[in-house]
């Protein structure tokens, strides 16, 4: 069973139906709904999830549901648009506004499920990637203000004797404090503390 969910957003219940069968068929965890507003009056709470939506329904269209999904969750709920109606401008117009993928009714059941393991499959990617930055973040927290400025002054590429002279200090103290901040750091090399100031951002 899949760790994330696949919420389905659709009027027409039969397509929507057809949609949870599959899914749940290939044991990934999906649920339906109606209508955005249902969707949205329900909103789940999942920290990730993939949504599935309509391109024409009568309360809100799939182009307020994208946008409403990206002003709410950003890129941690990746949205698939299905429609049975689709045309050029159209397509465009939803790619930009960054959903995963464009499927048009009758949808084939193989592309489908391909395009919803490799949205879920980047679910897992972005889970991991905040793993990792909490786990530098409470190392991080744990240096002190001295030995904080060694660690961005070292994942800015500063050498040992620019940072000695930048904070007024000999440049054996700055090894001292590097060693330090390696340690708490739980950095093997420079490489892979740089790594982590990357993970930071």
Known sequence: MSLHSVFIIDDDAAVRDSLLVLLRGVGIRARGFSSGGDFFDALPEDATAC?????????????????????????????IVI??????????????????????????????IETVRGCLARLSDLDQAQGAR??????????TPRERQVFDALIHGRSNKEIALDLDISPRTVEVFRAKVMTKM????????????????
């Open 186 to 201: 739980e950095a093997d090399s420079l490489s892979a503390l740089v790594r982590m100031g990357l993970t930071l951002g």
């Open 83 to 112: 429609t049975g109606h689709a045309d050029v401008p159209m397509v465009v117009q939803m790619m930009k506004a960054g959903i995963v993928d464009f499927i048009e009714k009758p949808f084939d059941p193989p592309r489908l």
């Open 134 to 143: 909490i786990a530098v973040q409470s190392r991080v927290a744990r240096l």
């Open 51 to 79: 949504v599935i939506t309509d391109m024409r329904m009568p309360d809100m269209d799939g182009a307020e549901v994208v946008r409403r999904i990206r002003d709410l969750r950003g890129s941690a709920w990746p949205v």
